[in-house]
């Protein structure tokens, strides 16, 4: 029985860790995505500088 809870203790350690990582790669995912939104932001602005001074 003691193997068998140590088995199951090293498991949940497992898990918990893998939720650590998986925690992680969501909040960098979600950091990258407003990154996107900024540079798209920046593009349009771009493009509307350009359009102005080929008037």
Known sequence: ITNFMNKCK????I???KD???FKYKQEE???L?????YKKEKEELQN???????
Request: glycine content about 0%; overall charge negative.
């Open 10 to 13: 090293e498991l949940q350690n």
């Open 15 to 17: 898990c918990n860790d």
């Open 20 to 22: 650590i990582i998986l």
């Open 30 to 32: 979600k950091n990258l």
């Open 49 to 55: 500088e350009i359009e102005i001074l080929e008037k």
């Open 34 to 38: 407003q990154l996107i939104d900024s």
